[in-house]
């Protein structure tokens, strides 16, 4: 079993600066892709970025490119996203997923999931 604790979240000005951090624990037999999704009420869950096993590429969705960044350590089995130039449409639950199979940008190829950590950008 894999755990997964997300930290870092908060309320910024638009603007700001956020850096989210993830915990990974538990059953580590192998090194995974990970990846950030965001959620807001009554909408389905967002895909932010997703990092390769070895930190050695990145993606991050349209919307947010440029101004987020997705990075890890494996040696201290962390992952991180960096969010500046937060805007008020960033505002939402953000999660930590490990990736399971299939596409890397959809919810459904993840199995294990953080418990959230709420991005709250307002003036």
């Known amino acids: 079993q894999v755990q997964l604790l997300e930290s870092g979240g908060g309320t910024v000005q638009p603007g700001g600066s956020l850096r989210l951090s993830c915990a990974i624990s538990g059953r580590a037999d192998s090194l995974h892709r990970m990846s950030w999704f965001r959620q807001t009420p009554g909408k389905e869950r967002e895909f932010v970025a997703t990092?390769?096993?070895?930190?050695?590429?990145?993606w991050v969705a349209d919307s947010m490119r440029g101004r987020f960044t997705i990075s890890r350590d494996n040696a201290k089995n962390m992952v991180f996203l960096q969010m500046d130039s937060l805007r008020q449409e960033d505002t939402a639950i953000y999660y930590c997923?490990?990736?399971?199979?299939?596409?890397?940008?959809?919810?459904?190829?993840?199995?294990?999931w953080g418990q959230g950590t709420q991005v709250t950008v307002s003036s």
């Open positions: 997923a490990q990736y399971k199979s299939g596409s890397a940008v959809v919810a459904s190829a993840y199995d294990y």
């Open positions: 990092v390769t096993t070895s930190g050695s590429q990145t």
